[in-house]
Each structure stands twice: as structure tokens, then as C-alpha cells.
């Protein structure tokens, strides 16, 4: 699979090339466009809801787009490292990439619950989408930070994590990441976005803006 960007850095569309009958898992609420003839089926619900998108004898192509005003970012991976990535952050990833919610890393910050994240591994291409602008946090050994959970995108699965209240008694939740923090240590990346899905939310309802207005 070839990824090819454009209308980047604000209003990013991933054009994902196949090769003759090369599948794709592509965010069905993300498909925008495909080449004709091009096979898609959605397999799940919900947030567990995946296109599997099949290209043709002659190859073909997938049209990619966030639901809301992004930058792109290509993670590659090469089976020697995996990354946790936000759900609310995928876009696509080559159909040699496995996405494993249960994975052990997610298991130690979630207690076995399934959480906003989900564990990219294997080999192949991840397409991820930031909601704002990407920042690169580079983490050498013994280096540490914390960061809010709205504005972790991913992180390399070699960096220390811990997941934690962001107040004393604020309301939380690790299905969706609501009033928590992220404790990282290097060596290691993490990648942030500048603005937070969940805090365009609280601002929607909080303004009385809501899907019938």
C-alpha cells in the first residue's frame, strides 16, 4: 500500500494505492472516495465497526478524509515495535497490521477493560489523524512527562506509561479517557495533537450547540 496525502496541514485526505487484490481497514466513517469497482465491506459495530476495502485485479484506490479538520500522520511499522494509537486517532492501516484492543500493554493501563486506545503491531502502514496541529515528543531514557489523555494521538509501545486521574475526584473514564492523565518515561516517542475531540464536545454542549440546532 502506497499512502499519498493531500490538503494537508488542516483539511488532510489520504489516498491509500492497492495493489491487484491488496486489502485495506479503513475507518468506514472516514471512506470518502474509492475507485470504481473497488470492494468494501464493514465488519463490526459501532466503535469496533471496520471497512475492509479490496482492490481489484488491476489494483485500486481508497479516498480517506477525519471527520474533523485534521493533519495526517504515517506511522510504519516493522514488526519489531507496536504502538498504541487513540481509536478516535485511526484512519487506516495496511490489512498486515494488527489491531488488538486486549493486547498486554493496553491490559496494564486498563485492567482488562477495553479503553480509548488500541494496539497497532506487525508490519505495514498505520494513517492517523490529529485533530489540530502533530507534536513529536522525543523521550530519552529517564526523561518523563505527563500529557492529558485528549491530546495523546500514539505512542511507541518502548515508553514507560502510566495512566492516572488528572484531579482528585473528577469524573473519569477509560472507555473514553475523560479526566485522565498519561505519566510517560522514555526512551521513546509520543505523538500529540494540539486541540482534543472529547474538549470540543464539553464546549459544543456547554454552548447549547447540539446536533438539532
Same mark, same amino acid.
Given at each position: ?11 488532510? =485526505? *489520504?489516498?491509500?494505492?492497492? @495493489? #491487484?487484490?491488496?486489502m485495506v %481497514?479503513v475507518?468506514? &466513517? ?22 475492509l ?10 479516498d ?15 514488526g519489531?515495535?507496536?504502538?498504541c494509537?487513540a ?9 498486515? =497490521? *494488527?489491531m488488538?484492543?486486549? @493486547? #498486554?500493554?493496553?491490559?496494564? %493501563?486498563?485492567?482488562? &477493560? ?6 497497532a503491531h506487525?508490519?505495514?502502514?498505520v ?7 502533530l507534536?513529536l ?14 491530546h ?9 506509561c ?6 482528585p ?11 485522565? =492523565?498519561f ?5 521513546g516517542?509520543?505523538l500529540?495533537?494540539?486541540r482534543?475531540p ?10 447549547g ?5
Amino acid at each position: 500500500m502506497q499512502v499519498r496525502t493531500r490538503h494537508t496541514p488542516t483539511f488532510g =485526505v *489520504a489516498r491509500l494505492v492497492l @495493489a #491487484p487484490d491488496e486489502m485495506v %481497514l479503513v475507518d468506514p &466513517l472516514a471512506l470518502m472516495a474509492t475507485s470504481f469497482g473497488l470492494s468494501v465491506e464493514v465488519k463490526g459495530t459501532g466503535t469496533k465497526a471496520v471497512a475492509l476495502c479490496t482492490a481489484g485485479a488491476e489494483g485500486g484506490w481508497v479516498d480517506a478524509a477525519p471527520t474533523l479538520p485534521s493533519d495526517l500522520h504515517l506511522v510504519e511499522l516493522d514488526g519489531t515495535h507496536g504502538w498504541c494509537v487513540a481509536r478516535l486517532g485511526w484512519v487506516a492501516s495496511s490489512s498486515t =497490521v *494488527a489491531m488488538n484492543p486486549e @493486547a #498486554p500493554p493496553l491490559q496494564a %493501563l486498563f485492567g482488562g &477493560l477495553e479503553g480509548f486506545l488500541n494496539y497497532a503491531h506487525g508490519q505495514g502502514s498505520v494513517v492517523l489523524a490529529c485533530y489540530g496541529a502533530l507534536d513529536l515528543v522525543t523521550l530519552e531514557a529517564g526523561e518523563a512527562v505527563t500529557i492529558a489523555s485528549d491530546h495523546v494521538m500514539a505512542f511507541a509501545d518502548t515508553v514507560q506509561c502510566r495512566l492516572r486521574p488528572s484531579v482528585p475526584d473528577a469524573a473519569q473514564s477509560v472507555q473514553t479517557g475523560e479526566g485522565l =492523565v498519561f505519566d510517560f518515561a522514555g526512551p521513546g516517542a509520543v505523538l500529540t495533537q494540539t486541540r482534543g475531540p472529547r474538549r470540543l464536545t464539553t464546549w459544543l454542549r456547554a454552548n447549547g450547540v447540539s446536533s438539532r440546532s
